[in-house]
């Protein structure tokens, strides 16, 4: 079945340390995104990708890095320059032009935790 | 910039009631609206959406209508289930601009449904 794949489900990670979420997708969609969700804020976006080898930086980028190197895989990597990285991370896709409705497709989410 | 803006929740309510979440927007042009709906543990999915002014949106007994004079898009259902508690999030999609297919989110209302 056609999707978004995000691994790990849950994830701990000592202080000091990098971390790297996986997202990837088989929709053959263009653009991506990654949101933080943190309890009763909403979802901010950290970065998004319209191309392959592009991406632009969101509201709230600072502490984090993507690469897309291939159509199908968005990487997030949180490093130790997040100050309060303990939130709920959700990385999305759309088609090119956001199709008829400017739908996004999410995963499943990731939960960080630093211990 | 864009901003989306909901009623503040928890909402707890006995099955059957009435739902209603107001949504009010702040956008330049013309967005898309959207609601989508996340289950506990879950990434979002989409509920409803609306494209232009005085569409309506509807999906699964929930409503919601595309107010320009109002910028609002308040989600409203007859007779909830306890199978509706999830935590409900408005969302515009400006087309207009560098911001390819982003969402631009509220901040999210619960919602319990008890039997």
Known sequence: DGGITQSPKYLFRKEGQNVTLSCEQNLNHDAMYWYRQDPGQGLRLIYYSQIVNDFQKGDIAEGYSVSREKKESFPLTVTSAQKNPTAFYLCASTQAGGGDTGELFFGEGSRLTVL | ?115
């Open chain 2, 1 to 115: 910039g864009d901003s989306v803006t909901q009623m503040e929740g928890p909402v707890t309510l006995s099955e059957e009631a009435f739902l209603t979440i107001n949504c009010t927007y702040t956008a330049t042009g013309y967005p898309s609206l959207f609601w989508y709906v996340q289950y506990p543990g879950e990434g979002l999915q989409l509920l409803l959406k609306a494209t232009k002014a005085d569409d309506k949106g509807s999906n699964k007994g929930f409503e919601a209508t595309y107010r320009k004079e109002t910028t609002s898009f308040h989600l409203e259902k007859g007779s909830v289930q306890v199978s509706d508690s999830a935590v409900y999030f408005c969302a515009l999609r400006n087309a207009g601009g560098t911001s390819y297919g982003k969402l631009t989110f509220g901040q999210g209302t619960i919602l319990t449904v008890h039997p």
